[in-house]
């Protein structure tokens, strides 16, 4: 499982731009008034070579006559739970105050791996800008710049580069790895049971039964697959057990890991928010998707048609996933579950030859030329294949980061529409620069030698 990188400080320190520089992101919101961050945001990170996940925290403030508020407990033990790791951030710019002081007594309770960093010390010395920070007895405190980057670098790769304890990476076998999400008492486990052939999990109405992450090696057209049973994902305001919120992280490992995942929805209920939720979780860690639509029998035409409009309108970010619609209960079109998460798997695994990608660039830039960049054409020369799970298409030419998102996500759908991807996304990275493929032509003014050996110019 992806180790958990947790953000804690007091509100306005700068966690939320902390968490967009190591998630590479724009989602936290970043602003001069405290306390824009109120519920947790979940990133995927990877500076180096060990992927994490990072957790972006509301910020820890109290009255400092109520400094033993049982709100700040309750968040502190909270994030502690879910994290292998606690960066803790404080302001130079404010200085040390109290409520620095009483979270830094919870966290030393504790027996988390807690880093102190000192944020926005840009321009000044490391020793003058952390000395004020020693009394917190953390550790040696950290000079760092979350809106410049200074530091933030170091730091990562000192925690990650030589640690034991993170070397552990995502299965990157050929055993498909299926995972099950969705919102509380969909039928999650049913379907893991009913795929599985057996009662392997525990099925109750009661919503939040699963608490943990739930591995189950199935066979399928015999050959070896992984699925994995998640806990249901509600609303944030919903969660109020601390063990329920530390399933939301053991939910989204479960999903990094995974090839695919089945997001399962309740066709009694229809789409809500937390479905979308959901699946644009599973499609910012960009895992291949099947949609599960349960509880499908006894729902009349009309209430079906209108199911389906919901779901192509509320979920229409999703790469074209394909919709099964089931009875886990009674086992209706059970069957052909497997074999659209072995679709979307291959989708996700799929080679593509370069000669191949370059041609269809070279279709899709014909059929829709790329904006202008003030006034100068941008020319989109090859492309190439540089990842799978999901397939990353690496696109070389000039001007090519100028290349506006809106053109991006036409060559991803153009792309997936040529290659007959399902609900699988494609990520596009572009290079400035000439094709290493082609031979490099030979520079005339070089020397080069004669039969004999003997080395002449032109």
């Given at each position: 499982m992806l180790p958990v990188v947790s953000l804690v400080g007091r509100p306005n320190v700068g966690k939320s731009t902390l968490f967009n520089r190591l998630t590479r992101t724009r989602d936290a919101l970043v602003d001069d008034q405290p306390g824009v961050t109120r519920d947790r945001l979940y990133g995927k990170s990877k500076m180096g070579s060990i992927p994490f996940l990072v957790v972006d925290t509301g910020g820890l403030e109290a009255d400092i006559d109520q400094i033993f508020a049982s709100e700040i407990r309750d968040q502190v033990e909270q994030v502690l739970l879910e994290s292998d790791i606690v960066f803790f951030i404080v302001d130079l710019a404010q200085g040390l105050v109290p409520q620095d002081i009483e979270i830094a007594r919870f966290l030393r309770q504790n027996n988390s791996r807690i880093y102190l960093l000192v944020n926005k010390s840009e321009g000044v010395e490391d020793e003058l800008a952390?000395?004020?920070?020693?009394?917190?007895?953390?550790?040696?405190?950290?000079?760092?710049?979350?809106?410049?980057?200074?530091?933030?670098?170091?730091?990562?790769?000192?925690?990650?580069?030589?640690?034991?304890?993170?070397?552990?990476?995502?299965?990157?076998?050929?055993?498909?790895?299926?995972?099950?999400?969705?919102?509380?008492?969909?039928?999650?486990?049913?379907?893991?049971?009913?795929?599985?052939?057996?009662?392997?999990?525990?099925?109750?109405?009661?919503?939040?039964?699963?608490?943990?992450?739930?591995?189950?090696?199935?066979?399928?057209?015999?050959?070896?697959?992984?699925?994995?049973?998640?806990?249901?994902?509600?609303?944030?305001?919903?969660?109020?057990?601390?063990?329920?919120?530390?399933?939301?992280?053991?939910?989204?490992?479960?999903?990094?890991?995974?090839?695919?995942?089945?997001?399962?929805?309740?066709?009694?209920?229809?789409?809500?928010?937390?479905?979308?939720?959901?699946?644009?979780?599973?499609?910012?860690?960009?895992?291949?998707?099947?949609?599960?639509?349960?509880?499908?029998?006894?729902?009349?035409?009309?209430?079906?048609?209108?199911?389906?409009?919901?779901?192509?309108?509320?979920?229409?970010?999703?790469?074209d996933p394909e919709i099964i619609t089931i009875s886990a209960l009674h086992g209706s079109k059970i069957k052909d579950v497997l074999p659209a998460a072995k679709r979307a798997y291959d989708s996700a695994m799929i080679d593509i030859a370069t000669s191949s990608l370059s041609r269809t660039l070279e279709h899709a830039v014909t059929q829709t030329p790329p904006p202008m960049n003030n006034q100068r054409p941008v020319r989109l020369k090859f492309a190439h294949q540089a990842g799978k799970n999901p397939p990353i298409i690496v696109i070389h030419g000039n001007q090519v980061d100028a290349l506006p998102e809106s053109y991006r996500r036409y060559l991803a759908r153009y792309f997936s529409g040529f290659y007959r991807l399902v609900g699988t996304p494609i990520r596009i990275i572009t290079r400035t620069g000439d094709n290493p493929f082609k031979s490099r032509k030979p520079n005339l003014t070089e020397p080069f030698k004669t039969r004999s050996g003997r080395r002449r110019k032109l």
């Open positions: 952390t000395s004020e920070f020693q009394e917190l007895a953390l550790g040696e405190p950290l000079a760092v710049s979350a809106k410049r980057g200074d530091g933030i670098q170091s730091l990562v790769d000192s925690i990650f580069l030589n640690s034991e304890a993170f070397t552990e990476q995502v299965d990157a076998g050929k055993t498909p790895v299926i995972s099950i999400a969705g919102r509380p008492n969909v039928g999650k486990s049913t379907l893991t049971n009913r795929l599985a052939g057996e009662s392997r999990v525990i099925v109750s109405d009661v919503p939040g039964t699963t608490r943990d992450s739930v591995q189950i090696p199935i066979t399928f057209q015999g050959e070896p697959m992984i699925i994995i049973d998640t806990a249901g994902v509600r609303k944030k305001a919903r969660v109020n057990e601390v063990i329920e919120k530390f399933s939301v992280i053991k939910t989204l490992q479960a999903i990094e890991r995974s090839h695919v995942t089945l997001l399962v929805l309740d066709a009694s209920v229809g789409v809500e928010s937390q479905d979308s939720s959901i699946a644009g979780m599973v499609h910012d860690l960009g895992r291949s998707i099947v949609i599960i639509v349960n509880k499908w029998d006894g729902r009349n035409n009309h209430q079906k048609n209108q199911l389906r409009k919901d779901i192509t309108q509320k979920l229409s970010f999703l790469p």
